[in-house]
């Protein structure tokens, strides 16, 4: 893995994040640079991901005056990024909301001077409404509905950031795509409070309920795919929810539970998140009650429910999300078209979703939808 923070894996991995993310190494670097050798300053970490964001929003102003507006867009989204990186890590409270406050300002300008129309929806659902964004196929013909792959957040990541790592991968290949903040996630966690749950399959009725009433979307080729902590969301939702016609894991969970758990227990070093982040999603008052709630994400029931194509794409070295936990959700799968993918370093990113080498992996799973829907 590359360890930005040598002596701090937390911050690398949320470097790795901002790259597969579309973040560009020198930029990051020119704030960051002070804080590498230096004791780790939650306050300082914020401030440099802020400055990096502010920045580039100023270029994508000054791109904007020059009539440049597809490098306006490019800068914005990048600034994007830099606000959720940073964000990502800050505790609750002021900061927390300013950098939160300013990502999502920022992707509305990126949205207005993006070359492809990207169209902001609402969701309706029990926890409230979904908001998303609906990424459009590229015409192949103009007259047929598109099939359309639902995209799923990982622990607390955001729609914006997972629009900047899939961007136009399916629409590319004549796919919709619909990234999405359901509970636990994005402004459903952030403005209204809503926790995370266990029964994904109630958020993914949702989706496909709304995505079915649509006429430009084919309702017999919805895929549902999910990133990080998004590997128990999908294949969880597909299992009970069999509109969902293909189902994909960038990066395989098994018992998130157990992990958690061992995780505080042994207070380990290669956690990708503060501690206080597991109460924060699961709407708890206490790291035991947390650990309590959590224990309910576990797929060894569900996963036997689950009989549709089922990709899962994993690291070899996934020191967040050890490889056992791929392994034995591929066996316990009902699907008969089932497939689990290992990169190993040299054809792929080795470590956690391949961030330390994304696009091999992107690219897969991209082609792997295409043949699927």
Known sequence: MFTYFPKNYMWSSAVLLSLTAG????QIDRQLAPLRETKADPEAWTKAWDQAGALQAEFAERDLSRGCRRSAS????????YYLTGERQTAP?????????????????AVE???????????????GMLPGYLIPALARDSAAPAPVVIFYNGFDVTKELLYCIIREEFADRGIACLVVDAPGTG?????RGVASRPDYEVPTKAVVDYLVT????????IGLLGISLGGYYAPRGAAFEHRIKACAAWGA???????WQHRWETRSKTTPVPFWQLPWVMGTETMKQALEKVKA??????????????????????SMIPLPHAERAIKAAGSRDKQLVVFDGVDGGAEHCSMDDPDPARQLIADWFAQRL
């Open 93 to 109: 409270g002021p900061a927390k909301a300013n950098s939160y406050r300013l990502a999502l300002e920022t992707f509305g300008k």
């Open 23 to 26: 973040g560009q190494l020198g």
């Open 297 to 318: 994400f576990a797929l060894a029931e569900a996963l036997p429910h689950l009989t549709q194509p089922f990709l899962i794409v994993h690291g070899a070295d996934d």
């Open 113 to 127: 001077t993006m070359p492809r129309p990207l169209e902001r929806v609402e969701i309706d659902s029990p926890d």
């Open 214 to 221: 649509r006429p430009d979307i084919d309702p017999a080729r």
């Open 187 to 191: 402004e459903p966690l952030r403005l």
């Open 253 to 259: 969970v098994w018992d998130y539970g157990a992990l």
């Open 74 to 81: 490019e800068r914005y989204l990048r600034a994007v990024n």
